[in-house]
């Protein structure tokens, strides 16, 4: 496989649930991202991680939990979400996360829907 | 902060005509810009770059964007559309001042061909 690759690529969950994304990169990059798209917003940042190491919340709800075991996985886990948490969750790579110029790689993304 | 700004949600245009897709930005140092596509049930797609080598920049499928200084913008061109290029565009500038790599998107612009 090739590129930046996400499962599932739809959940449905409860509010009670508790579930979890998963992304990996097969592109040899060192920085991995968890972004948030909802309709009619900008995409938001999450979390931020390079080699592993977090460098980035952007005051996300607690509810929401990421793990980066190395640096081609990165997992979020979820519990007690709010339906306003629905959206598409898209995973991203880069290169070298200290290069302005490097680009993000997407996956296809997670559509999440809360019931 | 930087900022990009993406003027009009939707463009309507036939097969074969110009597109054009506006983007301006806000940044008080040179910026890094780019431009991504969304097709629909996709992630994001790098269409190009800009890294201050050449104000003219040309992207994937026939896209190329123009970087004008002096207006602050960063506009989005294809001579000639195709039903394939209906599909969500987006301008992101890199957000420089947090030492790591953080791209700021733009509301996107939905571009729409009919035949």
């Known amino acids: 496989e090739t590129g930046v690759t996400q499962t599932p690529r739809h959940l449905v969950m409860g509010m009670t649930n508790k579930k979890s994304l998963k992304c990996e990169q097969h592109?040899?990059?060192?920085?991995m991202y968890w972004y948030k798209q909802s309709a009619k917003k900008p995409l938001e940042l999450m979390f931020v991680?390079?080699?592993?190491?977090?460098?980035e919340n952007n005051s996300v709800p607690s509810r929401f939990s990421p793990e980066c075991p190395n640096s081609s996985h990165l997992f979020l886990h979820l519990h007690t979400l709010q339906p306003e948490d629905s959206a598409l969750y898209l995973c991203?790579?880069?290169?070298?996360?200290?290069?302005?110029?490097?680009?993000?790689?997407f996956g296809n993304g997670t559509r999440l829907t809360v019931t | 902060a930087q900022s990009v700004t993406q003027l009009g949600s939707h463009v309507s245009v036939s097969e074969g005509a110009l597109v054009l897709l506006r983007c301006n930005y806000s940044?008080?140092?040179?910026?890094?810009l780019f431009w991504y596509v969304q097709y629909p049930n996709q992630g994001l797609q790098l269409l190009l770059k800009?890294?201050?080598?050449?104000?003219l920049v040309k992207g994937i499928n026939g896209f190329e964007a123009e970087f004008k200084k002096s207006e602050t913008s960063f506009h989005l061109t294809k001579p000639s559309a195709h039903m394939r290029d209906a599909a969500e565009y987006f301008c992101?500038?890199?957000?420089?001042?947090?030492?790591?790599?953080?791209?700021?998107f733009g509301t996107g612009t939905r571009l729409l061909v009919s035949p």
């Open positions: 991203a790579s880069s290169q070298d996360w200290q290069d302005y110029n490097s680009p993000l790689h």
């Open positions: 592109l040899g990059h060192n920085a």
């Open positions: 991680y390079s080699l592993e190491e977090r460098v």
């Open positions: 940044s008080s140092v040179p910026p890094y």
């Open positions: 800009y890294t201050s080598a050449a104000t």
């Open positions: 992101a500038v890199s957000e420089r001042d947090t030492g790591f790599q953080k791209l700021v």
